[in-house]
């Protein structure tokens, strides 16, 4: 591929004098599909990237405090980020450091399968992955009329739930459930118990980023049914969304 200039998600112009060899991830999701799809370009990762469990690269801390020197000490071609996972200042600063930083944005499903085939088609050169192929063929087509009323927990102590504009959102509404929330002024807001356990509702508690359990969620609601789930199959965008729609729909329905 000849030296290209490529605009990111966010219209930031990075230049590749040729496809990137050796990259760091600052984003679980898009850790584990460059593992499933390159792994033999991912040289680091934050400690929040479990997936793969047997990933072995070099461990660059948090998505939210990323320790620059030991970024560039792995010498990246390229950095992936995400504008809500990652800090726009250590973005900047990386930047300043001389390493290109690729920023992906993320709220929909198609959405973030446009942009990961951008990564893996435009800059990675390495083409499009069967994976997101078959994720396509999952999650794609029209939006079913919504079955069932839910709203999405995401921590307790106080509770904080999913609201609008959120790729969770967009997988519950592909689901054919209506987050009772979407229409909230924030994306993620700080709610009232009262506001999630309502009759005809089905509160989803997944494992992360708080780990609801058995014994630590359900007993807080007396009107709404609830349901645990996976965290991973509910809000990581790349591998994990193939086949996490018949895991997802039959552990809230089945």
């Not at 979407?182 to 993620?188: K, L």
Request: aromatic letters at 6%; hydrophobic letters at 45%.
């Amino acid at each position: 591929m000849p030296p290209v200039t490529l605009e990111d998600d966010l219209a930031y112009a990075v230049s590749f004098p040729s496809p990137p060899r050796r990259v760091v991830s600052l984003v679980p999701s898009i850790t584990e599909a460059l593992a499933a799809t390159c792994i033999d370009r991912l040289v680091g990762a934050t400690d929040w990237c479990t997936h793969p469990s047997e990933l072995a690269v070099q461990r660059v801390r948090g998505t939210k405090n990323p320790d620059r020197a030991a970024i560039a000490g792995l010498r990246p071609d390229l950095v992936v980020a995400n504008k809500e996972e990652n800090r726009e200042l250590d973005v900047q600063r990386l930047r300043a450091d001389g390493i290109p930083v690729w920023v992906t944005d993320i709220e929909t499903v198609p959405a973030a399968l446009d942009s990961l085939e951008r990564l893996f088609v435009e800059v990675l050169d390495v083409g499009t992955p069967a994976w997101l192929a078959q994720a396509r063929d999952e999650w794609g087509g029209p939006l079913p009329e919504p079955s069932l009323e839910v709203a999405v927990a995401i921590w307790c102590d106080p509770w904080m739930a999913v609201g609008r504009d959120t790729f969770t959102g967009d997988v519950v509404a592909r689901l054919g459930w209506r987050n009772v929330l979407a229409d909230a002024p924030e994306r993620y807001p700080h709610v009232d118990l009262a506001d999630l356990d309502r009759e005809g509702v089905t509160v989803l508690l997944p494992d992360e980023p708080y780990v609801f359990t058995p014994d630590d969620g359900p007993e807080a609601f007396a009107r709404a049914r609830t349901a645990l789930v996976s965290g991973r199959l509910l809000t990581w965008y790349g591998p994990s969304l193939v086949g996490a729609r018949a895991a997802l729909t039959a552990a809230v329905t089945g």
